[in-house]
């Protein structure tokens, strides 16, 4: 398995410009999270789904940022305008199995954002 | 609500001295799960280890080991003569049985430098 990809690995752009983030979950896993680490706040639960439905997104920081998740294979993280506070890495990660709590993440490689 | 707390934010040792790391947890669920994940410099994050609410026996598995108390929500995890491949950042975390769609909360995570 290729386990969880992101894409771009690296992203510059310039402020108030769209950025779009995208992951492919692990096939079967039903479970997927978006996370963003930063020095000041460590690494901090944006959204997550379960079943391609959102489940809490309490951690979206702004109507900036929107996640979608169209299909079990593909999920997006678009922050329109961004800001250059919105700089980070983001993570994404999938579980496998609804209810099965006691099975780890499996994470991606990162997006490192850089917004000038 | 669930929530981890990682109190150590660095240490720092000499290679082949042990280095525990301190988790304590926040949980109203009886069932749950914790985690160890390692963030190397390189940036992925890789999972470690897992650990059942219901089950405290304590393990070693190769130079890692770890001590869960319920008593006093505490997972420590404890690298044995520690290895300059082991600097890295390592992140407790926690899963809820009953938290909707598979929440993981992460704590603020822990940077250890292992010096040759």
């Known amino acids: 398995d290729a386990g969880v990809i992101q894409s771009p690995r690296h992203e510059v752009t310039e402020m108030g410009q769209e950025v779009t983030l995208r992951c492919k979950p692990i096939?079967?896993?039903?479970?997927l999270f978006w996370y963003r680490q930063t020095m000041m706040r460590g690494l901090e639960l944006l959204i997550y789904?379960?079943?391609?439905?959102?489940?809490?997104d309490s951690g979206m920081p702004e109507d900036r940022f929107s996640a979608k998740m169209p299909n079990a294979s593909f999920s997006t993280l678009k922050i329109q305008p961004s800001e250059p506070r919105d700089s980070a890495v983001y993570f994404c990660?999938?579980?496998?199995?609804?209810?099965?709590?006691?099975?780890?993440?499996?994470f991606g490689q990162g997006t490192r954002l850089t917004v000038v | 609500a669930q929530k981890v707390t990682q109190a150590q934010t660095e240490i720092s040792v000499v290679e082949k001295e042990d280095v525990t790391l301190d988790c304590v947890y926040e949980t109203r669920d009886t069932t749950y799960y914790l985690f160890w994940y390692k963030q190397p410099p390189s940036g992925e994050l890789v999972f470690l280890i897992r650990?059942?609410?219901?089950?405290?026996q304590n393990e070693i598995s190769g130079r890692y080991s770890w001590n869960f108390q319920k008593s006093t929500s505490s997972f420590n995890f404890t690298i044995t003569a520690s290895q300059v491949v082991d600097s890295a950042v390592y992140f407790c975390a926690l899963s809820e049985a009953k938290a909707a769609g598979n929440k993981l909360t992460f704590g603020g995570g822990t940077r250890v430098l292992v010096k040759p």
């Open positions: 789904f379960n079943n391609n439905v959102p489940i809490d």
């Open positions: 990660a999938s579980r496998p199995k609804t209810g099965a709590s006691n099975t780890e993440a499996f």
């Open positions: 650990r059942n609410s219901f089950d405290e």
């Open positions: 096939s079967g896993h039903n479970s």
